[in-house]
């Protein structure tokens, strides 16, 4: 896709529940609650082939994927090379 870009700009804003951060609500997950971003873009070419690459963008970002969808998180703790059982909690929607 041969699009022109002269200048491009991301404002990236995130939400976090900020009660149970200082213990105010033990109920409350630590989890982002909202992402939210702005894509400024400074380019000769049409809108339409602007939108165009920033929706390709979107459909194949590993990144931003991942983040639409809940997926398993599953962790490990070795301490000194011994495997050492621990229950890291499920988010919400995965419970």
Known sequence: ?????????????????????????PAGGAAMEKLEYVIDITSPASRERVRELVETAERYCHASNSLRVPVSVPGTLRLNGEAVPFAPPAPPELR
């Open 1 to 25: 896709m041969d699009v022109p870009i002269e200048a491009a700009e991301i404002d990236l804003r995130a939400s976090f529940p900020t009660a149970s951060k200082y213990g105010l609500d």
